[in-house]
């Protein structure tokens, strides 16, 4: 079978993590990489022995590539994913989808009518103890789901913010810690508790405030749609990376994630449901889902199917980070929005 030709879009931090996610995958092979700075796309390049570009034009234009993954800065994603469709091109599309809900209701439209595949990265969903946590809340063997708290507590320093021009403002990364790090627990927050329809929340910037115009900072109140509320706190201004801590409050226990472990504490006691491996391509707090979320993509494209996240997925905590930001502003609760 001929696997897919893909080219990774952005060769800066997670761009690597894509090529070694298609090179692992059974039905697709890395056709090249692309980078507005050409050392980086060489440096790929030559690692994977595959083609390097310097205008993602010019992978759109050829017609032997099937597929492209899109791992540039924010606010590129939107342009990128209009024209990667168009030209007939799959995609595999990193957080967030888009800097707005217009720009991602404008891909989901070309999307439709062009036809292609549209995968969006939401690796974390994968993780063992995610997955193990959906099949005990669904198996309903705890009960409903009374409440849920998620907090996020990493690193971002003056030096990360400084490498690259578009991270920390507004125009260019369209926010800072809810719509790059803390997506993914706000991702994990509706995945695991249901739809969230409404949140009051504020956003500040207390650790980075000399540096970038953006938050590193936010709490809020989730409002779910079967009546319970959730409590969400994140920040980028901690000492270290810690993974992520989620508990969810059933109504005959608690399920926790906690440490990379899940789990499950009844009046009987408590028992371990799944540890996460630290890191298998990246860094840990990236969690391992890159590559099984890419392969299954691939597989996907191969076998007929759709097991992967779409536009949709994403939308749910592009959506709600939106509602925290307006409600920052507004001072009050504000509606979340979908695709
Ligand atoms: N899923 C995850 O856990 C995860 C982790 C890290 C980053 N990301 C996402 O991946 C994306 C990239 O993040 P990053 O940290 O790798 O950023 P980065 O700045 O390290 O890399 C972006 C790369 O894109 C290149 N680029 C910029 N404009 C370009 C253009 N017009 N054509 C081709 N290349 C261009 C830059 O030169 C740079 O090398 C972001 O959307 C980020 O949120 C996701």
Known sequence: MTKRKAVVIGCGAIGPIHAAAIVRSADAELYGVC?????????LAEQYQCRTFTAYEDVLADPAIDSVHIC????LHAEMAIHAARAGKHIVLEKPIALNLVEARTIKAVVKETGVACCTVLQNRLNPSVEKAKEWIAAGKLGNMLGIKGFLTWRRTAEYYHSEAWRGKWATEGGGLLINQALHMLDLMSYLGGEITATKGNIDT?????????EDTADATLYYKDGKTGLFFATNGHSQDSPFFIEMHMEKGIIRYMDNQLTVRTDSGSDLLATDEKTVLGKAYWGSGHALQIGSFYRSLAEGGCNYPGLEDAAASLGLLLAIYKSSKTRKKEQVETL
């Open 35 to 43: 980078d507005i700075v050409e050392a980086r796309a060489a440096t």
């Open 206 to 214: 207390r650790v980075l405030q000399d540096c970038i115009e953006v």
């Open 72 to 75: 540039t800065p924010h606010y």
